[in-house]
C-alpha cells in the first residue's frame, strides 16, 4: 500500500510539479538570457494550459479504465521528454510545442494516477489518505525550487531543463515499479449510504463559474511569481526561494482544507480559501518586498491545490452518480481560464512594464468567483443521504482534475 501511495505521489511530482510548475521558476532564467518579453512567456504558459484542457477532456471521453497503467506509464515518458526538450532546443515553435504535450501528458497523468490510487485507497477503506497523495503537487514545487538554482549554476537554465527530466526518469522508474493497478474484486458493487451536506444540483452553474474565474485568477500568480520576486533586489538572484515556499506551503494543504470542510462545510471554505488567495495575489502590489512575496507564496501554495480539492469534491457530493460530468466541466472551464491569463497578464505587464494591473486583476476576478459561491452557504450545514455505488465511486475518481 505505501509503495502505491509513494508510486502516485512521484507521478504527480513528474508531470505536475516538474514537467507543468517547474516552468515558473526557470522562466525568469530564460527571459534573462534570450531576453523575450513577457508576452511570449505568457503564449508559452497558454499553449501547456490549452494541451491541458485537451488531455482532460480526451481522458475522460475515452474508456481506459483496463489500460490505465498502460497510458499512464506513455504520459509519464511524455512528460520526461517533453521536459529534456525544453532544453536541448531554442525554437519558440519548438517550445510551443513541447508545452503543449506536456500539459496534455499532465492531464492524463494526474486523472490515471489518481484512479490507480484512490481505487487502492477505496480497497484499503484509507481514503482520508487521498490528501497526502495530492501533496504530490507541493512535493514536486518544492523540489524543483531547491534543484533549479543548482542546476542552473553549472549548467544554465538549458542544464536546468535537462537536469530535472534525469531526475523525472529515476522517478518514473519507481511508478514502473511501485505503482501497480491491481484493485481487488471485493471492492466491486459496495453501496454506502453517507451523510452529504451541499448545495442542490440546479446550484451546480454558480460552482462552474466560480471555479472557472478561479483557473482565470490563480494563474497569474501561478505563472509569473517568481518573474516578480526577481524584481527585488534583496533576494539576490535567488528568487526561486519563493517557489520553494509555495511548494512547502502546498504539500499538507489539501489534507487541511478537507478536515476543515468536514467542519465547517465546503461552501464556506471554498469561499474562505479564494478569499485568502486573492489577498495574497495583491499582495506583492500593496508591498513589494521579500516580506510580501513571502507571504503571497505561502497564501498561493496554501490554496490553489485545496481549492481544487474543494470544488471537486464538492461537486462529486452534490450528484455522485453523474460527478465525472460535472467534474468534467469544472476541469474543463478551469483549463479555460488558465489558457485566458497568461495572455492577459503577459500583455498588461508587457505594456506597463510591470506585474501591478496584472496582479490587481487576477485578485478581482478570484474576489468575484468567491462571491458567486455565497448563496450556496446555507446549504452546507442541510443534511441529505446520498447512495454511492461502484460505479459512482469509479466517476469520482476518473473525473478527478
Keep these: 500500500m505505501i ?5 502516485g505521489i512521484l507521478s504527480l511530482v513528474i508531470a505536475m510539479g516538474i514537467a507543468r510548475f517547474s516552468y515558473t521558476p526557470i522562466l525568469p532564467l530564460m527571459q534573462s538570457d534570450l531576453s523575450f518579453s513577457n508576452k511570449v512567456a505568457g503564449y508559452l504558459a497558454t499553449s501547456n494550459y490549452a494541451g491541458y484542457l485537451v488531455g482532460a477532456v480526451l ?5 481506459l479504465k483496463q489500460r490505465r497503467k498502460a497510458f499512464l506509464r506513455l504520459s509519464l515518458i511524455l512528460s520526461v521528454v517533453t521536459t529534456a526538450g525544453m532544453g536541448l532546443f531554442q525554437m519558440y515553435s519548438a517550445w510551443y510545442v513541447f508545452r503543449f504535450v506536456s500539459g496534455f501528458s499532465s492531464a492524463f497523468v494526474l486523472v490515471l494516477a489518481s484512479s490507480i490510487v484512490l481505487d487502492k485507497l477505496a480497497e484499503k477503506e484509507k481514503t482520508n489518505c487521498s490528501g497526502l497523495f495530492y501533496g504530490g503537487v507541493g512535493v514536486g514545487i518544492f523540489l524543483t525550487g531547491i534543484i533549479i538554482p543548482i542546476l542552473n549554476n553549472y549548467f544554465k537554465w538549458e542544464g536546468a531543463w535537462v537536469g530535472l527530466s534525469f531526475l523525472s526518469i529515476v522517478f518514473t522508474f519507481l511508478v514502473w515499479v511501485w505503482l501497480k493497478d491491481e484493485t481487488s474484486n471485493s471492492t466491486q458493487n459496495k453501496k454506502k449510504g453517507i451523510p452529504a451536506y451541499g448545495p442542490p444540483t440546479k446550484w451546480i452553474p454558480w460552482l462552474i463559474i466560480a471555479y472557472g474565474l478561479e483557473g482565470l485568477g490563480y494563474i497569474v500568480t501561478g505563472t509569473f511569481i517568481i518573474s516578480i520576486a526577481g524584481q527585488i533586489p534583496n533576494f539576490n538572484g535567488d528568487a526561486t526561494f519563493i517557489w520553494m515556499i509555495v511548494g512547502l506551503a502546498a504539500i499538507p494543504s489539501c489534507i487541511i482544507w478537507s478536515s476543515l470542510a468536514k467542519k465547517m462545510g465546503f461552501v464556506k471554505c471554498l469561499v474562505v480559501a479564494m478569499l485568502l488567495q486573492a489577498f495574497g495575489i495583491v499582495v506583492p502590489v500593496l508591498l513589494m518586498t521579500k516580506i510580501g512575496l513571502i507571504v503571497s507564496a505561502l497564501l ?13 469534491t464538492l461537486a462529486s457530493r452534490i450528484n ?3 460527478s465525472s460530468r460535472i467534474i468534467g466541466y469544472l476541469t474543463a472551464i478551469y483549463a479555460a481560464g488558465q489558457m485566458i491569463g497568461p495572455l492577459l497578464a503577459g500583455h498588461l505587464a508587457s505594456a506597463s512594464h510591470n506585474y501591478n494591473s496584472a496582479l490587481i486583476g487576477a485578485a478581482i476576478v478570484v474576489l468575484i468567483g468567491a462571491l458567486f459561491l455565497l448563496s450556496g452557504i446555507r446549504f452546507d450545514n442541510k443534511p441529505v443521504t446520498i447512495v454511492i455505488t461502484e460505479t459512482s465511486k469509479e466517476n469520482i475518481q476518473n473525473g478527478e482534475n
Excluded: C, H, R
Design 59 to 63: 481522458v475522460g471521453i475515452l474508456p
Design 3 to 7: 509503495k502505491i501511495l509513494v508510486g
Design 300 to 312: 498561493f501554495g496554501a490554496t490553489f491545490m485545496g481549492i481544487t480539492t474543494l470544488a471537486t
Design 320 to 322: 455522485p452518480k453523474n
